[in-house]
């Protein structure tokens, strides 16, 4: 299982959604607020790429003391239709500075420096210390994740539909299965959301036998499941 810290930075630097939260602040719409690039930095710190006009930007500038305290939200949206889309959300919070001289013309560079971090996910709730945050590594399936659910939803339904075997008796009655879908990947496991609607779905984890690093190593995986099912 993926730590906290593991998770969020996974949440940071993936394609999810994310906002700026500055206290104090209102009537800014969410674009405004949503940077154009993101990354972490050697020492843990989150680089956020914006409009050099955007709210944020004007906020640091003029920031007492040079800090502005603000509260960085991710929001995970499953990238194939299912009940409850929502797969979780990381708030980062701590203080933003600009930093001059990096960002092409046009566009300035943040730096939010992290204070702590929390997450409420599919494996459940944490608390991440600067730290942890700091020395987490994101996970390496981060970047192919979104194509891979998509492909195995479009042109892999039937081998999706043949897991239910792999639930066994009981689970496989909890609910009257209408829909099959890949929900999450990562280097740990498979996890699929069984639904015959909005209010009756459950998800199965399957585990890997041993964590994998590459597309190569997920792909015998994937195989080794969908062969596992039909025997």
């Known amino acids: ?3 906290a810290a593991e998770r969020t930075r996974t949440l940071v630097q993936s394609t999810c959604s994310a906002v700026l939260l500055i206290p104090g602040a209102s009537g800014h719409r969410p674009e405004q607020l949503s940077p154009e690039a993101r990354a972490v930095g ?10 050099a006009d955007a709210p944020p930007v004007r906020a640091a500038t003029h920031a007492q003391d040079d800090e502005l305290p603000v509260v960085l939200e991710l929001t995970d949206v499953a990238p194939v239709s299912v009940p409850h889309r929502i797969r979780g959300r990381a708030w980062i919070s701590g203080w933003l500075t600009c930093v ?5 013309p046009g566009r300035m560079m943040l730096r939010l420096e ?4 929390d997450v409420d996910d599919l494996w459940g709730c944490g608390e991440v ?4 945050f700091a020395a987490a590594v994101p ?3 981060r970047v192919h994740e979104t194509e891979l659910l998509q492909h195995l939803h479009a042109a892999h339904d039937d081998r999706m539909r043949e897991l239910t075997a792999l639930l066994g008796a009981h689970a496989a009655t909890l609910v009257p299965t209408r829909d099959v879908a890949p929900l999450a990947l990562d280097r740990f496991g498979l996890r699929v959301r069984f639904s015959a609607g909005p209010d009756a779905c459950f998800d199965a984890r399957f585990d890997f036998p041993r964590p994998v690093q590459d597309l190569s190593g997920l792909r015998r995986e994937i195989h080794r499941l969908f062969e596992a099912a039909r025997s």
């Open 42 to 51: 050697p020492d843990g710190e989150v680089f956020l790429l914006f409009p």
């Open 139 to 141: 996970d390496p399936l």
């Open 1 to 3: 299982m993926p730590s």
């Open 100 to 104: 001059p001289g990096i960002a092409e």
């Open 114 to 117: 992290v204070g702590a971090a």
């Open 129 to 132: 210390d600067p730290e942890e």
